[in-house]
Nanobody, 127 residues
Framework: QVQLSESGGGSVQAGGSLRLSCAASGDFSSTTLLGWFRQPPGAGREGVAVFGTRTGNTYYADSVKGRFTVSRDSAKNTLYLQMNRLKPEDTAMYFC????????????????????WGQGTQVTVSS
């Protein structure tokens, strides 16, 4: 089992920055991807950025490339999402996610791949 807990959300003006943190605990022996999804108001959940725990590779949605950075501090068991040049369309509930390896090989942005989800942290960007 894996437990995930997000923090760092809040309200910011367009062009500003926020850093989300995800405290992770449990058994990560089967985990291949750790990352972030988001759910905008009235929309479904979408992949934002993930970190490959075995490769160190990172993957980003086109909408956030060049603005967001996902990183991991293994010593602290913490995943981060640095968000710069925020836009109103980034407004969403952000979720930390982890897979169990059961769907290894499927695309990283397939929400069905992720077995573990945090409770979410709200990010609101005003224009």
């Amino acid at each position: 089992q894996v437990q995930l807990s997000e923090s760092g959300g809040g309200s910011v003006q367009a062009g500003g920055s926020l850093r989300l943190s995800c405290a992770a605990s449990g058994d990560f022996s089967s985990t291949t991807l750790l990352g972030w999804f988001r759910q905008p108001p009235g929309a479904g959940r979408e992949g934002v950025a993930v970190f490959g725990t075995r490769t160190g590779n990172t993957y980003y949605a086109d909408s956030v490339k060049g603005r967001f950075t996902v990183s991991r501090d293994s010593a602290k068991n913490t995943l981060y999402l640095q968000m710069n040049r925020l836009k109103p369309e980034d407004t969403a509930m952000y979720f930390c996610v982890a897979d169990s390896g059961a769907m290894y090989g499927t695309t990283w942005y397939d929400r069905q791949r992720y077995d573990y989800w945090g409770q979410g942290t709200q990010v609101t960007v005003s224009s």
